[in-house]
């Protein structure tokens, strides 16, 4: 995802445009132009802390000469009342970039504590729990490093970096072998050396795909548990294994016990809760 990082320092600019208009003109009206002071931010609810380096990069686009100094680091498991960081330097700078710090701060440490909750069930467990492109727009790359800092693992980022044949891809080709073949002569012509991962939704259509070959994964959409058994072992170990479509966290360990490797959670990202926070002036 590094050389995706301009995506982010482009939106951390839409945000402070969004926000900033022609000015802050509370602050600007109330106080001192030169003021100096400090703040802190407060841990409000237990979690996962996560978004410290965008934070770093909000205040650094709002005013360089902000000092920040740094008590917990992404990936810290917090607790209320704890304090993540002390930033000093101009007040009226401090307060145009408070609610964004926020908003970046408060929403990846939500993705982070969803992740941890999920992948903390299964952690003596083979199978690996994977993100998906559910995603907020323009935050996806954020997200996804959110996902990593709470211990999942990140599934393809886009379209761009991973050939994944679903149902519909299956469909309109007319059928897993024509979508396969055609997958794997695209990326001959195209000269792309991409995963390719295929969509089954019943154990015959499994027997096809591995008929055809020369694929990294095959996904396993909407199976039970007790299908999905069925299938790696079909499979064998023979490629890749991924589960998807329906699984909660009460029935995730029920799904890894099966071995399967991965098992996609979109509710890791698309169905969090902020984690609660809040910066506030202190006198030093």
């Known amino acids: 995802m590094e050389n995706l990082e301009y995506l982010v320092d482009d939106l951390i600019k839409i945000a402070i445009a969004e926000d900033l208009g022609d000015g802050d003109h509370t602050s600007l009206s109330t106080i001192p132009a030169d003021e100096q002071g400090a703040a802190q931010l407060i841990i409000k609810q237990d979690g996962i802390l996560a978004g410290i380096w965008v934070a770093l990069k909000v205040f650094n686009a709002v005013d360089p000469d902000l000092k920040v100094e740094l008590f917990l680091k992404d990936g810290a498991q917090v607790k209320k009342g704890d304090i993540a960081f002390k930033v000093r330097g101009k007040v009226i700078s401090i307060l145009q970039a408070e609610r964004l710090v926020l908003n970046f701060m408060q929403r990846l440490s939500g993705v982070a504590t969803q992740t941890h909750i999920y992948a903390?069930?299964?952690?003596?467990?083979?199978?690996?729990?994977?993100?998906?492109?559910?995603?907020?727009?323009?935050?996806?790359?954020?997200?996804?490093?959110?996902?990593?800092?709470?211990?999942?693992?990140?599934?393809?980022?886009?379209?761009?970096?991973?050939?994944?044949?679903?149902?519909?891809?299956?469909?309109?080709?007319?059928?897993?072998?024509?979508?396969?073949?055609?997958?794997?002569?695209?990326?001959?012509?195209?000269?792309?050396?991409?995963?390719?991962?295929?969509?089954?939704?019943?154990?015959?259509?499994?027997?096809?795909?591995?008929?055809?070959?020369?694929?990294?994964?095959?996904?396993?959409?909407?199976?039970?548990?007790?299908?999905?058994?069925?299938?790696?072992?079909?499979?064998?170990?023979?490629?890749?294994?991924?589960?998807?479509?329906?699984?909660?966290?009460?029935?995730?360990?029920?799904?890894?016990?099966?071995?399967?490797?991965?098992?996609?959670?979109?509710?890791?990202?698309?169905?969090?809760?902020?984690?609660?926070?809040?910066?506030?002036?202190?006198?030093?």
């Not at 709470?150 to 891809?169: Q, S």
């Not at 015959?204 to 694929?215: F, L, P, T, Y």
């Not at 890894?256 to 890791?268: N, R």
């Open 120 to 284: 903390s069930k299964i952690a003596d467990l083979h199978t690996k729990v994977l993100d998906t492109r559910k995603t907020t727009p323009g935050m996806r790359l954020l997200e996804k490093q959110a996902v990593k800092i709470g211990g999942g693992v990140n599934h393809r980022i886009g379209l761009f970096d991973m050939i994944l044949i679903k149902d519909n891809h299956v469909d309109f080709a007319g059928g897993i072998e024509n979508a396969i073949r055609a997958a794997q002569n695209y990326c001959k012509a195209k000269g792309k050396n991409l995963d390719i991962e295929i969509e089954t939704r019943n154990l015959d259509e499994i027997r096809q795909a591995m008929a055809v070959g020369g694929i990294r994964r095959i996904m396993l959409d909407n199976f039970d548990v007790e299908q999905t058994r069925k299938a790696v072992e079909l499979i064998g170990g023979k490629y890749e294994t991924e589960s998807s479509g329906g699984i909660t966290l009460d029935t995730l360990r029920d799904y890894a016990m099966t071995g399967v490797d991965y098992i996609s959670v979109g509710a890791l990202t698309h169905q969090i809760k902020s984690l609660d926070m809040s910066l506030k002036a202190i006198e030093e």
